[in-house]
Nanobody
Framework: VQLQASGGGSVQAGGSVRLSCEASGRIFSTYAMGWFRQAPGKEREFVAAINWSGGSKYYVDSVKGRFIVARDDAKNTVYLQMNRLKPEDTAVYYC????????????????WGQGTQVTVSS
């Protein structure tokens, strides 16, 4: 499986960014997708997950109500819409796969993308 993330960049606090991650090499619709992030000097943390059908979504508490995870199986792509961004959202964001969304949220992941940088300035 190959995961290609895009959409990162620099934005001011309160702004929005949408990340995309296109998957190849596997039947996309059969597995959960999600996002982790790693800020400078910190450990990687779970951000969001969506199950194979798109019917279940999970978020870390710090992004609930601001971030939205979605998937388009026709495009083999998962998205992370990030709204009302804060400086503490600054991190490298990684697209990941897992067997289930719950497992993904617990860090039980299969494949990782290369990461895309999001920088939020105050």
């Amino acid at each position: 499986v190959q995961l290609q993330a895009s959409g990162g960049g620099s934005v001011q606090a309160g702004g929005s960014v949408r990340l995309s991650c296109e998957a190849s090499g596997r039947i996309f619709s059969t597995y959960a997708m999600g996002w982790f992030r790693q800020a400078p000097g910190k450990e990687r943390e779970f951000v969001a997950a969506i199950n194979w059908s798109g019917g279940s979504k999970y978020y870390v508490d710090s992004v609930k109500g601001r971030f939205i995870v979605a998937r388009d199986d026709a495009k083999n792509t998962v998205y992370l819409q990030m709204n009302r961004l804060k400086p503490e959202d600054t991190a490298v964001y990684y697209c990941v796969t897992s067997g289930t969304a719950v497992a993904l949220g617990e860090g039980l992941t299969d494949f990782w993308g290369q990461g895309t940088q999001v920088t939020v300035s105050s």
